[in-house]
């Protein structure tokens, strides 16, 4: 067996193996405007120059796994996140976010209110035919996030977002960089698809 077959069932295993519940967390995200940084790279000259940005919308899902008694959820999640623009300029275009995830927090469906903390960290694949958003595509961004599930699963939850993408220009050697921190409000619906319940109560 290959590596690359190795490491693809070890995350399976990891996922599916040793995990009793199963859920979907679809949502939509309003991220406020912010101060954009645009650093600009050329040889062995650099500058930056601050952009006031507009809004930015972002919609996706999330797949969360758990295990029995356990208090964390883990699991990965896909996206759409609107371009960063400022006066009808774009300083960054659309991208399609893919993330790692870890939630904090036990749910339970009997209170009224269940508290959580989430980490997310992952890469921004540009959405554009632009080629020099290509060239060096190292980009990504970390989100920490505190939310609460309420009644019939519906979630809200604030968060600290950081992202950072870069257009490159390899003839010039000429590089720009987008880098932000945006606080963003999340509603979003807990989806239990599957739950093995590995203890069962018995009665005297």
């Given at each position: 067996?290959?590596?690359?077959?190795?490491?693809f069932l070890l995350v399976g295993l990891c996922l599916f193996g040793f995990s009793h519940s199963f859920d979907l967390k679809p949502f939509a995200q309003f991220y406020f405007p912010a101060e954009v940084t645009v650093s600009r790279d050329s040889m062995d000259i650099s500058a930056e120059q601050e952009w006031d940005a507009d809004f930015v919308i972002?919609?996706?899902i999330e797949a969360l796994f758990s295990a029995e008694f356990s208090p964390m959820r883990y699991g990965a999640g896909i996206g759409f996140r609107s371009a960063q623009?400022?006066?009808?300029s774009e300083a960054a275009p659309p991208s399609i976010p893919?993330?790692?995830v870890l939630s904090f927090g036990r749910i339970s469906r009997e209170s009224f209110v269940s508290p959580y903390l989430s980490l997310r960290g992952g890469y921004l694949a540009p959405l554009t035919v632009d080629g020099n958003w290509w060239e060096r595509p190292l980009n990504y961004f970390a989100n920490c996030g505190v939310?609460?599930?309420l009644p019939m699963g519906f979630t809200v939850e604030?968060?600290?977002?950081?992202?950072?993408?870069?257009k490159s220009f390899s003839d010039d050697e000429v590089k720009f960089r987008v880098s932000s921190f945006r606080i963003g409000i999340?509603?979003?619906?807990?989806?239990e698809v599957s739950r093995d319940k590995v203890y069962k109560q018995t009665s005297d």
């Open positions: 067996m290959s590596w690359n077959k190795k490491f972002e919609a996706g623009q400022s006066d009808g893919l993330w790692a939310g609460v599930v604030a968060n600290v977002d950081y992202s950072s993408m870069q999340s509603l979003g619906m807990n989806i």
